[in-house]
């Protein structure tokens, strides 16, 4: 019975203190983040840039860029049929916060 009573404790305890509850603003963040990865995994590059605004830049991380949607979905075309071809992404940890609305 102890032992009954020491597991609901702690079920109780990371219901009430675990992970604050998601909210709508972090809901859409996240779908956005695995739009992104399932087109990218898919080697996409239509569906990848569907995900930019029309206006976009995009950089990647060695400084080369486009901007617009058609040309963020021109650049990648010819990585996702050579380069990357065969990668895989995923997220391991997405962390979500609020900068305050102006």
């Known amino acids: 019975m102890r032992m009954i009573c020491l597991l609901c404790l702690g079920l109780v305890s ?16 996240r ?6 990865m399932e087109a990218w995994n898919r080697h996409d590059a ?6 930019f605004a029309q206006d ?3 950089t990647n991380v060695i400084g ?3 901007h617009g949607r058609d040309k963020i979905e ?13 990668s ?5 940890r997405l962390r979500y916060g609020s900068f305050g609305r102006t």
């Open 14 to 29: 990371l219901l009430a203190f675990g992970a604050a509850p998601r909210n709508a603003d972090e809901d859409a963040v």
């Open 74 to 86: 021109e650049f990648h075309a010819p990585i996702f049929s050579s380069l990357f071809k065969n």
């Open 64 to 66: 080369m860029g486009a």
């Open 56 to 58: 976009a830049d995009f």
């Open 88 to 92: 895989i992404k995923s997220t391991r």
């Open 46 to 51: 239509h569906a990848f840039a569907t995900v």
């Open 31 to 36: 779908a956005v983040v695995d739009r992104l």
